[in-house]
């Protein structure tokens, strides 16, 4: 079984930066890619980043497009989301998932999903 653990959330003022990390552990295989993904307080999870795993292909979501960057270190199994010029509006539960489909709408399944960390964003 695969097992996600995510770290590097918390509070932080606009304008700042924070890095997200997502190892994942349990089983001896390679994604084909991984992704970020938050939901904001009242809201449903929407999509951030994607990056595939031997490629390093990266797709985001406009709004963070040019102030996240998402990235993967093969021989740590980890991936990362640096996140710089933070606004009150990336205030979320940030979340990391393994190999993510797009099923319907804006809803994704996954692999696994990891327990999720939290980035408050202070105007």
């Known amino acids: 079984q695969v097992q996600l653990v995510e770290s590097g959330g918390g509070l932080v003022q606009a304008g700042g930066s924070l890095r997200l990390s997502c190892a994942f552990s349990g089983r001896t295989f390679r994604p084909y890619r991984m992704g970020w993904f938050r939901q904001p307080p009242g809201k449903e999870r929407e999509f951030v980043a994607l990056?595939?795993?031997?490629?390093?292909?990266?797709n985001y979501l406009d709004s963070v497009k040019g102030r996240f960057t998402i990235s993967r270190d093969d021989r740590k199994n980890t991936v990362y989301l640096q996140m710089a010029s933070l606004k009150s509006e990336d205030t979320a539960v940030y979340y990391c998932?393994?190999?993510?489909?797009?099923?319907?709408?804006?809803?994704?399944?996954?692999?696994?999903w990891g327990q999720g960390t939290q980035v408050t964003v202070s105007s």
């Open positions: 998932a393994i190999d993510p489909v797009s099923t319907s709408g804006s809803r994704w399944s996954a692999r696994a």
């Open positions: 990056i595939t795993w031997i490629a390093g292909s990266t």
